[in-house]
């Protein structure tokens, strides 16, 4: 098992290479706490059957839902529960630490696209 | 089930009312997530089958082991791992973000104490 070691999220993000590129940190029982960098639009999807956080951690992003919108700055987070659509959308580029369970595919039951990635560890 | 919204951490916090007891924000899946103030000395004690994350929020404090420390501050986190001997300490007040199974006792396997707490949502 490795030792337990301190991680700076600042660091983790400025090595992390693409906006929409998700990268593990580390990891909680079967959970992956991930860093991601976004800006612009994401794609609509969902999670059957899973449930996801964000916490914002720089700068600011809306979470679309398909009936309203969820404005989000640094120090706040939202779960959005499993089976609801959303879309992030970030203005400007936006910092964001993500929680869920290992294995998730970023853009859930959407139609695989340019968007698609496997997080890999950072 | 509860629409997904937005929550301001800091908020939490304000309305936590005494160091050492966490309070619940949010459910993702099966897990936790809990904002702690704390100051001062915790009990050793370790979870046999959970890992625990924190993730500072603001101030700083020292994870100690067994055979080493840790020091954390504002945007660093740690988890240790399952069956890990731990013990938090913050030389002055410190806030902090966990994320734990459901039904975690904070206290792990240490006998109970002043610092058993069942977390509450807030």
Same mark, same amino acid.
């Given at each position: 098992?490795?030792?337990?070691?301190?991680?700076?999220?600042?660091?983790? /993000?400025? #090595?992390?290479?693409?906006?929409?590129? $998700? +990268?593990? !940190? *580390?990891?909680?029982?079967?959970?992956?706490?991930?860093?991601?960098?976004?800006?612009?639009?994401?794609?609509?999807?969902?999670?059957?059957?899973?449930?996801?956080?964000?916490?914002?951690?720089?700068?600011?992003?809306?979470?679309?839902?398909?009936?309203?919108?969820?404005? /989000?700055? #640094?120090?706040?987070?939202?779960?959005? $529960? +499993?089976? !609801? *659509?959303?879309?992030?959308?970030?203005?400007?580029?936006?910092?964001?630490?993500?929680?869920?369970?290992?294995?998730?595919?970023?853009?859930?039951?959407?139609?695989?696209?340019?968007?698609?990635?496997?997080?890999?560890?950072?």
């Amino acid at each position: 098992m490795a030792e337990a070691k301190s991680i700076r999220l600042s660091e983790k /993000l400025s #090595a992390v290479p693409a906006f929409w590129s $998700p +990268r593990i !940190v *580390e990891t909680v029982d079967g959970y992956d706490v991930k860093v991601v960098k976004i800006v612009g639009d994401f794609v609509w999807h969902s999670h059957a059957d899973a449930d996801e956080m964000f916490l914002v951690l720089g700068g600011s992003f809306r979470m679309d839902f398909r009936d309203r919108a969820v404005d /989000l700055v #640094a120090g706040e987070m939202i779960v959005v $529960p +499993r089976g !609801v *659509e959303h879309k992030p959308f970030a203005a400007q580029p936006c910092e964001i630490l993500l929680l869920e369970r290992q294995g998730l595919v970023n853009t859930g039951d959407a139609p695989a696209s340019e968007r698609t990635r496997a997080a890999e560890r950072i």
